[in-house]
């Protein structure tokens, strides 16, 4: 079994900054990509940012230069710096990972449970 606790979040004014974290733990043998979606309400979620095990990033073009993904290996954590951050960045934002816990599998999505971040104009 594997958990994705997610940490950070809240409400903050527009322009400014939070940061998101979120750790895996439980029977992990390897993790790929880990990344950070979000869903805003009555909207579809999306990819916002991703990182590879080798620290290859992307990015949703609308945050392109004010978030930046990153991740600790060692540590099965991922984060993420949101600065300039606007109302329409509000959403809550799941932590995903790909990660294999036997020798035989193969990789599979595992999710957070979310966290609410709310800009206010």
């Known amino acids: 079994q594997v958990h994705l606790v997610e940490s950070g979040g809240g409400l903050v004014q527009a322009g400014g900054s939070l940061s998101l974290s979120c750790a895996a733990s439980g029977t992990i043998l390897s993790i790929n990509t880990m990344g950070w979606y979000r869903q805003a309400p009555g909207e579809q979620r999306e990819l916002v940012a991703a990182v590879t095990r080798g620290g290859i990033t992307n990015y949703v073009e609308s945050v392109k230069g004010r978030f930046t993904i990153s991740r600790d290996n060692a540590k099965n954590t991922v984060y993420m710096q949101m600065n300039g951050l606007k109302p329409e960045d509000t959403a809550v934002y799941y932590c995903?990972?790909?990660?294999?816990?036997?020798?035989?599998?193969?990789?599979?999505?595992?999710w957070g449970k979310g966290t609410l971040v709310t800009v206010s104009s």
């Open positions: 995903n990972a790909e990660v294999r816990t036997t020798t035989w599998g193969g990789h599979r999505d595992y």
